[in-house]
């Protein structure tokens, strides 16, 4: 496998991000949930309007993971108000990580998570924080590994069904 790098999304790559963000959101949890409440999610919270405002929002940063020309994953950050929860200013919220699943364990998702772990560092941030549906195995054992420890949960809506996200946090 290549080298993977990880870049910046431009506003005007939002087509791309949709595309990605779509695919992987689907191969995730297509199986888990109803075509309806899948269809809602993927309608509403992956529009491209939606979107289009969350790559303009300063708080928010988005990158690609890239083999070659290829965008295989992409990461999601939240700053300040922008988080979805907690909203301390001394935090960061990795919102979404999203690997290819023909590329999940080539260490692409460790890739973007130390890209999270640098920003958060530079900002000199004291914990990185994130919400993970609480039957999503593999994505909690990636966290427990970096170190992550839960300490509360939410419910997160996806269509109509009300799921439990745990809440993990890594202190830096
Ligand atoms: C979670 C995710 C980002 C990890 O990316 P990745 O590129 O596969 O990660 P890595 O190769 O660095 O690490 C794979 C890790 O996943 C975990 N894992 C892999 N297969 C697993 C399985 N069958 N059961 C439980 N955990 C598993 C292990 O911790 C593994 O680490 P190891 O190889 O050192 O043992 C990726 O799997 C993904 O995109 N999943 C779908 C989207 C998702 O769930 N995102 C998180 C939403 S909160």
């Known amino acids: 496998m290549e080298l993977i790098k990880i870049v910046p999304i431009k506003p005007s790559e939002v087509e791309a991000l949709q595309l990605l963000s779509k695919q992987t959101f689907t191969e995730t949890f297509a199986i888990h949930n109803s075509e309806e409440d899948m269809y809602h999610y993927l309608t509403n919270n992956l529009s491209l309007a939606i979107l289009q405002n969350e790559l303009f929002n300063p708080d928010s940063k988005f990158y690609f993971a890239l083999e070659g020309d290829k965008k295989i994953g992409y990461l999601k950050l939240n700053l300040k108000e922008a988080q979805s929860d907690v ?35 530079e900002l000199k941030l004291k914990y990185i924080w994130l919400g993970v549906w609480e039957k999503n195995e593999r994505a909690i054992q990636f966290y427990k590994k970096n170190g992550f420890v839960e300490f509360d949960q939410h419910v997160f809506k996806l269509g109509n069904d009300e799921q439990t996200d745990l809440l993990m946090r890594l202190f830096i």
């Open 87 to 121: 909203k301390d200013p001394d935090s960061l919220e990795i919102e979404r990580i999203y690997v290819l699943n023909t590329y999940f364990g080539k260490k692409v998702g460790q890739v973007l998570y130390q890209k999270a772990l640098d920003i958060a560092k």
